[in-house]
């Protein structure tokens, strides 16, 4: 069980990383990921985007603490990153971004395949308790 909370104790701090960079960081974070600047009107999206990273991110902490009570975030989080990296990789696709940050979505493409791992393996735990 102390895999599985460690998992979810890096995703969330993972999330909240990512988060920081795009608040406090976003010069930095555009230089290292060969991104356009943003537009000073446009930064208010990026903002929100990672006040959403954040909230993934709590809900990650609270599955580390409590995974029966709170799987539920690890399945929208699983749903989420792949989504997340369907968008980077469209956008790598039409030469809209280059390598970097497709490479970072490469983390919330594992931690996806591993949430959904966990998710399939607490079914069938759950299945199993059920019967006996």
Avoid at 27 to 53: H, N, T
Avoid at 112 to 127: C, D, H, K, Q
Wanted: glycine share 10%; hydrophobic share 65%; proline share 3%.
């Amino acid at each position: 069980m102390s895999g599985q909370r460690g998992i979810f104790f890096s995703a969330a701090l993972f999330n909240w990383g990512v988060a920081g960079g795009l608040i406090f960081a976003m010069p930095l974070v555009e230089r290292l990921l060969a991104l356009e600047p943003v537009a000073p009107g446009a930064k208010v999206f990026v903002d929100l985007f990672a006040v959403l990273v954040i909230a993934f991110g709590c809900g990650y902490w609270m599955a580390a603490l409590d995974f029966r009570r709170y799987r539920l975030f690890a399945s929208w989080g699983a749903w989420a990153k792949l989504a997340v990296v369907a968008v980077v990789f469209w956008h790598f696709i039409v030469g809209h971004i280059g390598w970097p940050l497709l490479a970072l979505s490469a983390g919330d493409l594992i931690y996806a395949a591993v949430f959904l791992a966990l998710l399939r393996n607490a079914r069938r735990t759950g299945a199993q308790e059920v019967l006996q």
